[in-house]
């Protein structure tokens, strides 16, 4: 019952935001210090073809996980520098490319959705380097690499590393407190469930491009509870591309070789995701699955 009343006095407040129609996308903010509203914007043109929001994981005093190498390279680096990868080779195929960050910035979790929301994306990849429990048995052995869309955590590795990315919350002087509300949980929650099978299918391509060039395990596609993705109303999915935890494996992360066959893999994902997508609906090739025009 009280489930029920939640509902309707949130129905009641109006229509939730994938259903409104957004033609401006803020750029991400040079410091999380700066409120929301006073966020300079960008115009987005029309879409007359699949748009992609790239997130590379982490930025500013948020350098992310342990990466074993010579103590400067740290994991918001090789995001970044992937994520840009990603991005001029989805450009090159006539993508609109739209990224969270380009540079050593800190965007908080919440509004990184938010960007991709208001850009009007078909799709949004968030990228990211995985570190070892250091309670395993041997750490610095774990390798590999896997893929996550938002659903809630089924296994304790995936609770793990949910904690692990949502611990950047930190870092943020003006963290998004609704996130812990329960009617907005609720809300968000019941847009996300359109785009569960999406995300999934989504990730399950993205591991399949990824194991015919990684030397790494493939650890499959898992779900957790990101906050990144909590408020991306599109299909979504996080990608740990390996562990910066084991030598080697950070040493191939950083090479500029082996980030461009990793872009180039995720890319071939998001291509072929949204190609797919197009051949199951029978859309135009404006039309994608997280159009709300």
């Known amino acids: 019952m009280l489930l029920e009343v939640m509902l309707v006095a949130a129905l009641q407040a109006g229509a939730h935001p994938a259903q409104r129609t957004m033609r401006e996308a803020p750029k991400p903010r040079a410091s999380v210090k700066t409120p929301a509203r006073k966020r300079p914007v960008r115009k987005v043109s029309r879409k007359t073809g699949p748009r992609v929001v790239i997130d590379a994981g982490h930025g500013g005093p948020d350098g992310g996980g342990p990466i074993q190498l010579n103590g400067k390279t740290r994991e918001k680096d090789i995001t970044l520098q992937v994520a840009l990868k990603v991005g001029e080779l989805l450009s090159a195929r006539g993508v609109d490319v739209i990224y969270t960050r380009t540079r050593d910035t800190l965007i908080a979790l919440a509004d990184r959705g938010k960007i991709a929301n208001q850009a009007n994306a078909d799709v949004f990849v968030s990228i990211h380097v995985n570190a070892a429990n250091p309670h395993w048995r041997d750490p610095e052995a774990a390798r590999g690499f896997e893929t996550y869309f938002l659903a809630e955590a089924k296994t304790e590795d995936a609770r793990r590393v949910e904690d692990m990315e949502n611990e950047s919350v930190r870092f943020e002087a003006d963290a998004d407190v609704s996130a812990n509300d329960?009617?907005?949980?609720?809300?968000?929650?019941?847009?996300?469930?359109?785009?569960?099978?999406?995300?999934?299918?989504?990730?399950?391509?993205?591991?399949?491009?990824?194991?015919?060039?990684?030397?790494?395990?493939?650890?499959?596609?898992?779900?957790?509870?990101?906050?990144?993705?909590?408020?991306?109303?599109?299909?979504?999915?996080?990608?740990?591309?390996?562990?910066?935890?084991?030598?080697?494996?950070?040493?191939?992360?950083?090479?500029?070789?082996?980030?461009?066959?990793?872009?180039?893999?995720?890319?071939?994902?998001?291509?072929?995701?949204?190609?797919?997508?197009?051949?199951?609906v029978g859309g135009s090739a404006g039309t994608a699955p997280g159009t709300h025009e």
């Open 182 to 280: 329960p009617l907005s949980f609720i809300l968000r929650d019941m847009e996300q469930n359109q785009y569960l099978r999406e995300s999934s299918d989504f990730a399950e391509i993205v591991q399949r491009r990824l194991a015919r060039i990684h030397p790494g395990p493939n650890r499959g596609v898992k779900q957790a509870g990101f906050r990144v993705l909590l408020t991306a109303f599109m299909p979504a999915v996080l990608v740990e591309i390996g562990f910066g935890t084991n030598p080697t494996e950070a040493q191939y992360l950083a090479s500029q070789i082996k980030q461009q066959q990793i872009a180039r893999a995720v890319a071939d994902a998001t291509t072929e995701y949204l190609e797919r997508y197009q051949r199951r």
